[in-house]
C-alpha cells in the first residue's frame, strides 16, 4: 500500500511472529506460517496484507476484504465468515498500529552536525544526534542523544532537549525546557512573549515575558503550532499530549497530561487544562478557566467557564453536550414553526 | 498606481491593443489609439488609468473617476456619462484581471540552482528552474521545469512536483505528488503526520500514516498553511482549488476542484467535499462529513453534518442559511421582549 | 525567579532608585536603601523581590507575600499590613512592567552582517544593524539602524524597514513599508498575495494584487502572523498595534493604532478597524465590515455587520454583549424548561 517513495518497509513476517508481537491468538494454528508484507484498512487490502476489524460499521467491508489475515477482538471474531485467517487480540487497533511500527521503523539516523549547521561551542550536543545544514544551537544550550535536528531550526541560548526529540524543519525553540521523545513538527514557534501589555497614555507597553515553556516527556506538537512562554513561572505542557497542527497556547497555561488538542485550537493565558482532556478542532478555551481531568471540548466550541472533570461540552459559550443539542433541536424546531404560521 | 519598488510594468498599451486582448468592443472607435499605462479601481485611477464597472453600487465613483478609459458590460455601459471613454466586454472583472496580468507579468525566473542549495545527486530537476539558497531537495525527489524554489524551502525525498509550479520560501514538503502551475506560499506544511493515536495503558501511541498528499493541477496555497498525509490513502486537494492562509485540511480530506476555501478554515480528517464548493474564513468542517458540489459555507461558521449539493449553510451547528438568519432575528427579538417585560 | 540561562539581569538597585525611576514615593523613608534584585508575583515572591498589588481579589497574596517590596497605588495601600514595604504610584502594573525592563533591558546587538548572509548589494542597511545566517536581503531594500534580522529571514526586493526594528527566524516580508521600533516573531508572512480571483469558465483567475502592506511605527507581530498585501492601495497596520500569534489580515485592512489582536483572530479583507478596538482571541471578522474606535469584541466571537464606536459585543452573530448574555441565559432556561417538562 505505503508508496516506497516515501517509506522504508521491513519484512516480511510471519503471521506467527506477528501474532507473539502483539500477544494474539490464532485460531488457525496452520495459519502461523502465511506471509505478511504489509499493512491496509479492510477495504484496499489485499493479498498479502494485514487488516484489522473492530466496529460493525465495517462488517460489509470485513466480509469483502482481499486482506490475508485480520486483526480482531473475541469480540468480533464471531462476524469473520468461515476460513478467514484472524489473530485474535484484546484491542485490534492498537495491535494493527504496533504492526505498523514493526513494518515501518524510524528511519536510523546518521549521527553528525552538518559543516553547514552553526552549533555554539558552549553547546552540548549528544551522542548519536544528527543537525542539519542551517540549523543554528545557541549558547549553552543542550541537545539530547540520538535527536534529530531538521534543517533551519534555531535553538536559541540555553534550551535543553531530552534524548530521542525530533525537531521539523524551520521549527524555533527559545525559552524552553523540553523532555525525552518530545517531536516537533516543521514551522512550530516554541518559547515566544506571551501576549500581555500595559496600556499608558503613551501606548501599549508591553509586559516582560520572564518565564519558560516547560515540555514533558513525550509531548507531540503539529506543525505551525505557537507555544508562549509564561510570564512569571512556565507554560507546561504534560507528558504524553499530542497537539495537532496551528494550535496556539498561551503563556502560563498549565496542559495536562495525555491531552489531545485538535487543530488551529487556541488556549488563552493562564488557563489549567487537566489531564486526558479532548479538545476539538478550532476549539477556543478562554484565558483564566480551568479544564478537569478528562474533561471533553466539542470540535469548534468555546469555553468561557470552568469545566467539570469528566464533563462534555459543546458550543458557544460551552454548554454540557446534552443540553446543547437539545438547544439546537429547539431553535431549529421554532424558526422553522414561525416561518410555518408567517406563510 | 503599483509602487515600482515592487512591481515591474510593462506598456503603455493602446487602448485598442487592450480592447483586442479581452474580445471588447469600443462604442467610440476613435479612441483604439488612446494609451493606457495602468489599471486602477474607479476611486483611485487618473490620467492614463484603466479601470472597470459592473456594479451598481459603484455608480457614484464611475461618475467622478479620472481614468482614461473604463471597461464595462453592455448592461452597465448605459450608466456611464455621455462622452466616457468605454470598452464593453461580457465580465468586466475578469477583463480587468487579464489585464493586469497583460501589464504585470510573473516575473522571469533566472534558471539555475544556488550554490548555497543542496540539491541530491539522486533528485531530478528540470529545465528553467531556479533553486534559491537554502533550500534543499531530497533523494529522488522530481522538480519539473520552470519552477520557481524559494529560500530555505525542504523538498523531501521522493516528492514529485509538477512543471511551472512556485514553492515559497520556508515551506516544507513531504509524501506529497504536486502537478503542474501549482503555487504554494511561504511557511506551508505539506505532508505531515494525520492527527491518529490509539490511547494504550502507556499513554497515546500514534497511528502510522502510511498515505500522501496529492495536490493536483493549478491550485494555490496560502501561507502557514498545513496540509496532513493521508493515514492510508491519499489527502487530495483537486485541481484548480485555492486555499488562503492558514488553512489546516486534516489527513484523508478529499476536496475537490476549484473550491475556494478562506483564510483559517480547517477541514477535519476524512472529510470529503465536492466541485466548486466556497468555505469562508475560519469555517471549521468535522471530520467524516461530505459536503456536495457547490455547497457554500458561510463565514465562522461550524459544520458538523453533511451539507447537500448546491446548498449555503451558516452558523454553529451549520443549518440552512435562510434558517440560520431567522434563528438570530427571533433570539434577537426574544431577548429584547423580555428585557423591556422586565424593565 | 527568571531562569538565567535565558535572561539577563541587571541591578541589584536600591528602593529608592526604584521609587524615582517610576515617581513613586515611599511611605517609610527608611526603606530607600533596601536592595532590590528581582520582580516576581505576589504569590511566588521570596526576599529580594518587588512585586505589585492593584486588585483586591489578589488580597491573601498580599498579606501572605514574602516580597521585600510592593508596587501599590494610594487607593490599595491600606489593604497592605502594618510595616510592609511600599512603593506608592498611580499605575502599580505600569511600574511593575517599567522595573522589569530596568531589570532585564534588551540584550544590546551586535552589529554586522553575518558571512552566511545575502545582502543585496543595491539594499542600504543602517548603522548598527545585525542580520544572521541564512537571511536574504533583497534588491533596494532599505533596513533602517540597529536593527535585528535573524537567521533565515527573508526581505524581498524594495521592503523598507525602519530603525531599531527586530525580526524573528524564518519570517518572510515582501510588498512593504515598516516603520521603526516594529517587532515582528518568527514565521509571519507580509506581504503574501491576497485572496482574490476571478471565475472564467477555465478556472479561477487570480486578481493581481498590486498593493502593498503599511505597517506603521511601534507595531508588535506575533509567531506565525500573515498580514497580505492590498489588491490595489494598501494594507494597513496602525502605530502602536499588537496583534498575537497565528492572526490573519486580509488584503486592504485598514487596521488603527493601539489596537490589540489576540491569537487565531483573523480579519477578512477590506475591513476597517478604528483606534483602540480590543479584539478577542479567535475572532473572526468579515470582509467590509466596519468596527468604531474604541470597540471590544468579546472572545471566539464572528462579527458580520458594522460594530459603532465603543460598543462591545459578542456571539456569532456578534450581538451587543450584554444581549448576547441575556441570550444564552434564556436558551439554557428553556432547554432545561422543556426536558423537565418531557421527564
Same sequence: chains 1, 2, 3.
Avoid at 506467527?16 to 494474539?24: K, L, N, P, T
Avoid at 439546537?328 to 416561518?339: M, P
Wanted: aromatic share 4%; with cysteine.
Amino acid at each position: 500500500m505505503a508508496d516506497l517513495r516515501f517509506f522504508r518497509r521491513l519484512g516480511p513476517f510471519t503471521l506467527g511472529e506477528i501474532a507473539e508481537r502483539v500477544g494474539g491468538e490464532l485460531p488457525d494454528r496452520d495459519t502461523a506460517s502465511l506471509t505478511i508484507q504489509d499493512i491496509a484498512t479492510l477495504n484496499t487490502a489485499s493479498a498479502g496484507d494485514l487488516s484489522y476489524y473492530s466496529d460493525a460499521r465495517y462488517l460489509q467491508d470485513l466480509l469483502e476484504t482481499r486482506a490475508s489475515a485480520v486483526l480482531t477482538s473475541p469480540h468480533f471474531a464471531r462476524h469473520a465468515p468461515p476460513g478467514m485467517c484472524l489473530v485474535v487480540v484484546s484491542n485490534p487497533r492498537l495491535a494493527f498500529a504496533q504492526i505498523g511500527h514493526l513494518l515501518y521503523p524510524a528511519q536510523p539516523l546518521e549521527p553528525g552536525i552538518d559543516p553547514a549547521a552553526r552549533v555554539d561551542p558552549s553547546a552540548i550536543v549528544g551522542v548519536g544526534t544528527r543537525i542539519e545544514a542551517g540549523a543554528v544551537v545557541g549558547r549553552r544550550a543542550e541537545i539530547g542523544a540520538r535527536c534529530h535536528i531538521c534543517f533551519n531550526v534555531i535553538i536559541e541560548q540555553g534550551v535543553v532537549l531530552g534524548d530521542d526529540c525530533s525537531v521539523g524543519a524551520n521549527t524555533v525553540i527559545s525559552h524552553a525546557l523540553i523532555g525525552k521523545r518530545v517531536v516537533i513538527d516543521t514551522g512550530v514557534r516554541i518559547g515566544g512573549q506571551g501576549f500581555g501589555f500595559v496600556p499608558t497614555p503613551k501606548g501599549l507597553l508591553r509586559m516582560l515575558q520572564l518565564g519558560r515553556v516547560v515540555i514533558e516527556d513525550d509531548v507531540d506538537i503539529g506543525a505551525n503550532c505557537a507555544i508562549d512562554r509564561g510570564a512569571t513561572g512556565d507554560t507546561v505542557i504534560g507528558a504524553g499530549t499530542v497537539l495537532d497542527n496551528l494550535v496556539q497556547i498561551g503563556h502560563n497555561v498549565r496542559l495536562g497530561r495525555r491531552c489531545m488538542i485538535s487543530g488551529q485550537a487556541g488556549i488563552a493565558g493562564s488557563t489549567t487544562i487537566g489531564d486526558g482532556v479532548m479538545i476539538g478542532g478550532q476549539v477556543a478555551v478562554s484565558d483564566h478557566v480551568t479544564i478537569g481531568d478528562g474533561a471533553s471540548i466539542a470540535f469548534n466550541s468555546g469555553v468561557i467557564r470552568d469545566v467539570a472533570p469528566g464533563t462534555i461540552v459543546g458550543g458557544f459559550p460551552a454548554i454540557e453536550i446534552r443540553q446543547w443539542h437539545r438547544q439546537t433541536v429547539q431553535l431549529a424546531r421554532a424558526s422553522r414553526r414561525k416561518t410555518d404560521g408567517a406563510t
